[in-house]
């Protein structure tokens, strides 16, 4: 039986499910302005550990919800044994991974906001002080920069909110940026014409890679292959036209998208003579599919 879990889990857990320990740990240990915040009339213990397996050696641990200032909140108490060969130098990152699971766990329960959470580490290890900081942003090797830049609001492109005029100013990404903005129009065709007036889509693509053009077509194709197969067609003429130096790429790729359209046609066709009762060599025979295909059909089934 490992250190950690015998006798100083055992010893932990027991100590921390009394509810007096637990009020008169927090109230001798807690800032007093947040211990006056906590509802401990809602205080009970969480039958879960958030602590990963390879870590169970050095750490134990303890959950209990708590109303924080009239909202959902938890603390983990975490039991940190050190031995000198094994200290926790990024405890401060172990404690926000875990704070991080518990939200999560929060969230997945079916509520709507984060709780609060106010992780609290207890250590008895051989080397006193604690060697290493609990200050999260010291695992950086720039703090400062660290300070300025993490955890801190993200960065939101709102591709609905920018002008069309803004984002042809984005050299090479504005032929992606304009696709995504123009996605929910479901036409393409007016787009690739205006863009290829303006030489935004030569410009990008004599910048790219073949394989990032071929998921330009790819992308453009299939929004309109499955509803809409003639729209495909001229789409991809046109780009044959204004591009007539990938014309060969683009129609080899257009007849491939073709092809799958038919296929994915065929196989609803199928499923649904399958499910009705029809041999499999009449579906064979209606849908030109292979037999490994009817068999992964019939198998769903």
């Known amino acids: ?70 909202k959902a909140g938890y603390i983990p108490l975490l039991l940190l044994l050190e031995h000198q060969s094994t200290a926790s130098k990024h405890m401060a990152f172990r404690l926000l991974q875990y704070t991080v699971n518990l939200m999560g766990d929060h969230l997945k329960a079916g509520h709507n906001s984060l709780p609060l959470v106010l992780p609290i580490c207890l250590y008895h290890g051989a080397v006193s002080p604690y060697p290493y900081s609990t200050d999260i942003f010291e695992d950086f090797d720039d703090v400062e920069m660290a300070r300025a830049l993490v955890f801190k609001q993200f960065q939101l492109i ?6 069309v005029d803004t984002l042809k100013q984005h050299g090479a990404a504005s032929l992606m940026e304009l696709l995504f903005k123009r996605y929910q129009e479901r036409d393409f065709i007016e787009t690739i014409r205006q863009l290829a007036d303006q030489g935004i889509l030569k410009m990008a693509v004599s910048h790219t890679t073949e394989s990032y053009f071929f998921a330009m077509l790819e992308y453009i194709g299939s929004n309109e292959q499955g509803k809409q197969p003639q729209k495909a067609e001229d789409l991809f ?28 046609k065929a196989l ?30 019939a198998l769903q089934h």
Not at 158 to 163: G, K, N, Q, S, V
Not at 270 to 293: N, R
């Open 268 to 297: 609803a066709i199928a499923k649904k003579m399958l499910a009705e009762g029809s041999e499999p060599a009449f579906v064979k025979k209606v849908t030109g599919l292979f037999d490994e295909d009817i068999q992964k059909i």
């Open 237 to 264: 003429k046109l780009l044959s036209t204004v591009l007539p130096e990938k014309r060969e790429s683009i129609m080899t790729f257009n007849e491939q998208l073709r092809q799958e359209g038919e296929r994915q």
């Open 158 to 163: 709102d591709l609905t909110m920018l002008p």
């Open 1 to 70: 039986m490992s250190i950690i879990s015998h006798p100083h889990d055992k010893f932990f857990k027991g100590s921390l499910k009394e509810k007096q320990i637990a009020l008169d740990f927090l109230k001798a240990h807690l800032p007093a302005d947040i211990y006056q915040q906590l509802d401990f009339s809602t205080l009970r213990a969480i039958d879960k550990s958030y602590v990963s397996a390879e870590l169970r050696e050095v750490h134990s641990d303890m959950v209990y919800a708590c109303q924080i200032n009239g």
